[in-house]
């Protein structure tokens, strides 16, 4: 059967995306932030997922106001990379699972999670920086991946107890699926930011530590945290962190924390990264 | 408007349902801005190209001004307007220098110093939680 095996948070900031694209990844602005992933890009080549479920937030490149799904999933053989305004990044075509996905997308409607099926989307930085962080600039991404898209930007977004309880409904439907198959959740966006109006450029170190900490050590209490904490501690734009719940909930409830890294700024964000292990796969 | 918990947070509107409502239409000419064609279109004639969208004169005149705040006031969303910062050549760290009122280099020295601190940006009402 198939099997999540470990979970990666990890910001999803354009401009690293663009640090990278351009060639500046060794300015010395920049360099604190790859270096933090370094020790990621090592694990993840040792892992050697099949499959990555990629949740994420669109940023108003593949839905607009005209349909506004609270939890989307990519069922297509592939996404192509979006233009944002400035080109299409240049990453590989990110290629999908549509046999698992399609299993997913079954097994959590009968799961009471009512998922809009996505058939035809293009992917932005906020799934191509996470892959980009990953396996920096490869001809092809070495793993299929599974978008799973939530919205984060029409308020409100799914509680962080929903969102939990979809990790917890995914590891179900991941877990049902008969063929051998080895799967990294990943969770992405945040940490604390804010990039509208007089409050731009908030920042809250305290808060995203204090956050790491109970992600990994107490996910409950953590789903319990309710939106205004996050958009009055974190940021209006802080509250992408309750996505990082969905990688939590598909996660055993303990975990080894394979690596940890924070860094402020990356142009307007505070930059956070996890690596979580399943104790039961830590050999 | 209905009173929210989260209009008691400073220099911050939250793009809810109302906001949305408000500002549907100048948020989708935002979405048009996606289009090379459009942006073209749009630069030869900015008003002409507003006037193809049913907002307000206000909504309009905030694109026109390029007053951020107030186009965030009026029910745009960051992730939108953005657009329009795209298709004038600004990054969001520009923009959002605009927005809180000091020049990119500042705002960007701010980043640097570890960002705009929480302490005194909590709470309209001076209510310091946490």
Redesign the interface.
């Known amino acids: 059967m198939a099997r999540i095996t470990a979970g990666v948070a990890t910001s999803h900031v354009?401009?690293i995306g663009a640090a990278l694209d351009n060639g500046k990844s060794g300015e010395d602005y920049w360099k604190p932030v790859f270096a933090g992933y370094e020790a990621s890009k090592l694990w993840i080549a040792e892992q050697k997922p099949d499959v990555i479920i990629l949740v994420y937030n669109d940023?108003?490149?593949a839905f607009?106001?005209?349909v506004i799904p609270t939890f989307a999933i990519g069922c297509a053989e592939r996404f192509n990379p979006a233009?944002?305004?400035?080109g299409p990044r240049p990453v590989p075509v990110v290629e999908g699972h549509p046999e698992l996905a399609w299993h997913m997308a079954e097994s959590l409607i009968l799961d009471e999670f009512d998922m809009t099926i996505v058939n035809q989307m293009d992917v932005d930085h906020g799934l191509t920086v996470p892959l980009s962080l990953l396996f920096g600039q490869p001809e092809a991404w070495p793993c299929r991946v599974i978008p799973l898209a939530v919205n984060v930007?029409?308020?409100?977004p799914p509680t962080g107890h929903r969102c939990y309880s979809l990790g917890k409904a995914i590891r179900r439907a991941v877990e049902s699926f008969p063929k051998d198959l080895k799967v990294v959740v990943f969770g992405t966006g945040g940490m604390?930011h804010?990039?509208?109006?007089?409050?731009?450029?908030?920042?809250?170190?305290a808060?995203d530590n204090a956050f790491l900490d109970q992600l990994v050590d107490d996910p409950v209490a953590q789903s319990k945290v309710p939106?205004?904490d996050y958009?009055?501690?974190a940021?209006?734009?802080g509250i992408e962190l309750v996505m990082w719940l969905v990688m939590r909930g598909a996660l055993d409830d303990k975990v080894h924390v394979a690596h940890r890294f924070y860094h402020?700024?990356a142009?307007?964000t505070?930059v956070g990264h996890l690596v979580l292990e399943n104790a039961a796969s830590t050999t | 408007m209905t009173e929210r918990d989260y209009h008691d947070i400073p220099g911050t509107v939250v793009f809810d349902g109302e906001q949305s409502r408000l500002g549907y239409h100048l948020n989708m000419f935002c979405m048009s801005l996606m289009k090379a064609d459009n942006r073209t279109a749009f630069k030869a004639d900015e008003r002409a190209y507003l006037e193809r969208y049913p907002m307000t004169e206000a909504q309009r005149q905030a694109v026109l001004d390029r007053n951020w705040n107030r186009m965030i006031a009026l029910g745009g969303n960051i992730y939108f307007t953005s657009k329009i910062a795209a298709t004038d050549g600004l990054s969001f760290q520009q923009i959002a220098a605009i927005m809180s009122g000091v020049t990119q280099p500042e705002y960007a020295q701010m980043m640097l110093g570890g960002g705009r601190s929480v302490e005194g940006n909590r709470s309209r009402k001076g209510r310091q939680i946490g």
């Open positions: 354009p401009a940023h108003a490149s607009s106001l005209e233009d944002e305004g400035w930007v029409q308020y409100p604390s804010q990039l509208q109006g007089p409050r731009a450029g908030l920042i809250n170190s808060f939106h205004l958009m009055r501690e940021g209006s734009e402020v700024p142009s307007n505070a």
